[in-house]
């Protein structure tokens, strides 16, 4: 029988081995994804409003993002990478020049701390680090290939912004990381894992193993995908497409069925708030390769577990609502009922699910039912306009499931009107959107006569 993808899809082949490639001293299995260029507003770190030019986190005294920790400040590569992909964003937002100079101090710092082996350049956390609070300890010198990934991305956009050739020089080195082989008591990152491509967020300094963390592989992936735009170096494609067919191959043993994924395969730690992180990931991969499987998972995690930090307004209409609080198990421990004759609102500050409860739930945060989660329900409680939404960032592929469906819009009070569509079931159309309206799974149209229009989500099928 055949290995099944999502929703029963067939999971696409493997087809290649990179040993036939020159210069790569791994040996892993690879699809050849197709890897595209993208535009600046969905390639990823996109932002769409500029961070503050005043630095309200932990920086040192020339600008650069660090780490407090025991009460002194400590280099973060993670951290001043990211910053500087921020601030480089922030520039590209506003054009202010200040921006890239604070930019260009986060990978200056990089630079200067770097640890130079075997040809690559590596960026040491300086500090004693606890995995999953008691699981490991990372003494220092310790490394992560999600800070050699970031990293890399900020040299290659340094570069393609200023030219400066010495931003080109340090991409090719911290992409050398990545051809590294692992040894003992020396920096490392990349290994091989039954033969599939890892990135290494916590690569043991003691022993070749790691976390197999999941987002940390990820966004180290998306560095070779900069480094790739800028080079077209058939090294970086094959270690990028290597690195793609470990994410889509391992999605299902990091995916926990209605449930929050897991942080990482070693541990199974949960991931938390990164759940929305790896929901977003995938639709990041969808839009560098074209390929609907990376669509089709985000689908599968969106489905499992909303995303996190969604908060609004609840409308609250006639007749009973019963708030309930749990324990951390899900057990009910205590219940409140409120009678409405007319409707109402309140405030919810989050919007998930709870353990060993069935739908999604609201936190709500003032009134009567302050301190209690109430369980969203269509047409009785639910939040109000369009929540929970989820960008493709390229038009997903899909056909109309439904006779005589109607499209929508909504606006952020909830009120939704209605246009009826000539669609039959069959008829292709593209989405550029998933959401909830007024407590309602929709798609939006991305383009055609009902370009920017809802339907619901039971009436199309994705391709």
Known sequence: MAEQGPAGAPAAGVTSSSSAVRGIPFDFRYHPFEIRDLPDEIRPYHLRLAVPLEDTGPHDESGVRMSLRGGELHDHPVAQAQYGLNLIEAHRITGNAAYLERAVKQAQRLVDKRVEHEGGWFFPYPFRFVLHRDKEV???PWYSMMAQGQALSLFCRLHRLTGAGNWLAAAHRAFASYLVPPVVGHPWGVYVVDGRLWLEEYASPERISGDLTYNGHNFALFGLWDHWVLTRDVR???LLQGALTTMRDVYADIRRRHWRSRYCLRHGSESNTYHT?????HI???AMTGDTIFAKVAELYYTDFPPHG????VEL???RHTGYRFDGTGKITHRRKLDLREPGTARSGARRKIRRQEGIWYEITEGALAGYHIQEI???SYQRGEAATMGYRIPRPATVAQAAVNSCTVTPAGEMTSTSTDYRPGDPVNLDRRAVLNGVAHVRLADGPHAGRWLPYTAVDRL
Do not use: A, L, M
Not at 277 to 281: G, L
Not at 310 to 313: C, K, S
């Open 236 to 238: 970086t494609k094959v």
């Open 310 to 313: 969604v908060t609004g307004t």
């Open 284 to 286: 990041q991969c969808y």
């Open 277 to 281: 992180i790896h929901t977003t990931q």
């Open 317 to 319: 209409r006639p007749g």
């Open 378 to 380: 269509e047409r009785h």
């Open 138 to 140: 990372y003494d220092p």
